[in-house]
């Protein structure tokens, strides 16, 4: 199954009109160095020893807070790890996953989010983080 791929402005119109969710699946250090206003995260690497690991807990713990029916929008930094989670959810049976080009922080002729001037936060309330999710 393809995963759709919109840049940052429409991610941001299918939270604000569609209802989406907007998950950030990059690493806990990361997202609180900032990250979409409003988003969950649940990193689907987390940073070890030897660099990135997989989550074993991604898709059980994207399937108890928000539902193989939810509408999700996933951004992580550039795209890559976000592609390969909306990919990871399509084939465990989620419905409507759809992956935030470019991501955060932008790739070469795609700026991301931040540099959208989209909303930033840094701070996010316990039940939106790894730490209140898992």
Known sequence: MSVKRVPPAEA?????????????????????????????????????????????????????????????????QSGGRSLHAASTLLSAGFKSVVDQAAGFGGVPGLPGWRSLGLPVATAAPRERTWEGLK
């Open 12 to 76: 941001k119109r299918l939270v604000d009109e569609d209802g989406y969710v907007y998950v950030d699946v990059r690493s806990v250090p990361e997202f609180e160095a900032g990250h979409p206003e409003g988003a969950y995260n649940v990193p689907i690497t987390h940073l070890g020893p030897r660099g990135a690991e997989p989550n074993a807990q991604f898709v059980a713990v994207m399937e108890k807070r928000f539902g193989k029916d939810a509408k999700l929008v996933l951004g992580c």
